[in-house]
Nanobody, 120 residues
Framework: QVQLVESGGGWLQAGGSVRLSCAAS????????MAWFRQTPRRWREFVAA????????RYADSVKGRFTISRDNAKNTVYLQMTSLKPEDTALYYC?????????????WGQGTQVTVSS
């Protein structure tokens, strides 16, 4: 089992920045790709960004390209999501996810989420 704990959310102004963190514990020896998803009451959980185990490959949703950056520090078992130029539509509950084969099989593990609220 892998436990994922997100942190860093909060109330922010449009145009601002924030960095989310996701700390993994448990069976972190496997080479998990990591991703961020987000969910609002009106939208089902949607993909935001993903990063390979090595960190050499990243993917982003079109809605966040150029504004968000995903990164990871395997020595700290932590993945980050740097969010800039925030918009009110970025308001959501942000989830961290881990999976050996995220693209084909989806996440194996989910965190509990951290709320990001962006006011205009």
């Amino acid at each position: 089992q892998v436990q994922l704990v997100e942190s860093g959310g909060g109330w922010l102004q449009a145009g601002g920045s924030v960095r989310l963190s996701c700390a993994a514990s448990g069976r972190t020896g496997s080479r998990y790709a990591m991703a961020w998803f987000r969910q609002t009451p009106r939208r089902w959980r949607e993909f935001v960004a993903a990063i390979s185990w090595s960190g050499n490959s990243t993917r982003y949703a079109d809605s966040v390209k150029g504004r968000f950056t995903i990164s990871r520090d395997n020595a700290k078992n932590t993945v980050y999501l740097q969010m800039t130029s925030l918009k009110p539509e970025d308001t959501a509950l942000y989830y961290c996810a881990a999976g050996v084969d995220l693209v084909q099989k989806g996440p194996d593990y989910w965190g509990q989420g951290t709320q990001v609220t962006v006011s205009s």
